[in-house]
C-alpha cells in the first residue's frame, strides 16, 4: 500500500523521534500529524507540496519554550534531514517555510506560488486556533504545561497579551482557505481563552 505522505516513512519515524519528551505538551508528534491531514485535503492547490510537507514535519523538531532562536534552529536542522529527501528547490523553500514561523509572516520578495504556499502552510500551523472548544482548551492546557515554571499570574498576563495580539490583526489568517475556514472559530475561542484567563486573574 503506497504511503500517503511523500516523504520517506522511514524519515518521517526519524522526526517523529524529535517531537518527544515530558518538556512537550502541544508541541508534541500530534501537532504535525494534524497540519498533515489537512496538508492531504489541500494538496492539489500548493504549488509545492513536498516543501510544505518537509517544513510541517520539522518545523517544531526544535521546541524550547524559553528560547528565541528554536525556527532557525528547526529550518538549519531541516536543511539537514531533508536534502536528500527532495530536490535543492523544494528544500531551499521547506527552509523559508519553516523560518517564516518566527513571525507568522510572508516575507516580501517572494514569487508568487511560493507566497501562496507559504501562507496555507502559515494557515495550517495556526489551525489549532480554531478547534472544537474541548481540543482548543487541551492545546491551552498544552501551552501552560510548556510554561510551567513560569508563576501563574506572570503567565496569565503574557497570555492574554499574545491572545489579544493576535486578535488585534485585520485576519488571523493569510490565504483565502484559511479565512473561510478557520478565522470565525478561531476568533471566538481567542475571546473565550482571553475572558477566562481574565477570570482566573480575578479569583
Do not use: C
Not at 519528551?21 to 485535503?41: F, I, T, V
Not at 526544535?62 to 535543492?88: G, V
Not at 523560518?99 to 514569487?111: D, K, M, Q, S, V
Not at 499570574?153 to 490583526?169: D, E, H, K, V, Y
Amino acid at each position: 500500500m503506497r504511503s500517503p505522505h511523500l516523504i520517506d516513512s522511514k524519515l518521517i519515524d526519524a522526526i517523529r523521534i524529535l517531537h518527544g519528551g515530558p518538556d512537550r505538551g502541544y508541541h508534541g508528534w500530534s501537532h504535525p500529524l494534524a497540519l498533515l491531514k489537512l496538508h492531504a485535503e489541500v494538496i492539489d492547490r500548493l504549488h509545492d507540496p513536498l516543501a510544505v510537507e518537509g517544513a510541517i514535519l520539522l518545523h517544531d523538531a526544535i521546541y524550547e519554550p524559553r528560547a528565541a532562536d528554536n525556527e532557525s534552529r528547526s529550518a538549519a536542522l531541516a536543511a539537514q534531514m531533508l536534502k536528500d529527501a527532495m530536490p535543492e528547490a523544494s528544500l531551499a523553500r521547506a527552509v523559508r517555510l519553516i523560518e517564516a514561523t518566527a513571525r507568522h509572516e510572508i516575507p516580501a520578495g517572494l514569487p508568487s506560488d511560493e507566497a501562496a504556499d507559504m501562507a496555507m502552510f502559515l494557515d495550517m500551523d495556526l489551525s489549532i486556533l480554531a478547534a472544537p472548544e474541548e481540543i482548543f482548551d487541551a492545546y491551552e492546557a498544552g501551552v501552560r504545561h510548556e510554561y510551567r515554571e513560569i508563576p501563574e499570574a506572570s503567565f496569565r498576563a503574557g497570555r492574554t497579551r499574545i491572545l489579544q495580539g493576535f486578535l488585534a490583526r485585520p485576519s488571523l489568517y493569510l490565504s483565502d482557505w484559511g479565512r473561510e475556514r478557520f478565522e470565525t472559530a478561531a476568533r471566538h475561542n481567542l475571546m473565550r481563552s482571553i475572558a477566562r484567563l481574565g477570570q482566573e486573574a480575578a479569583s
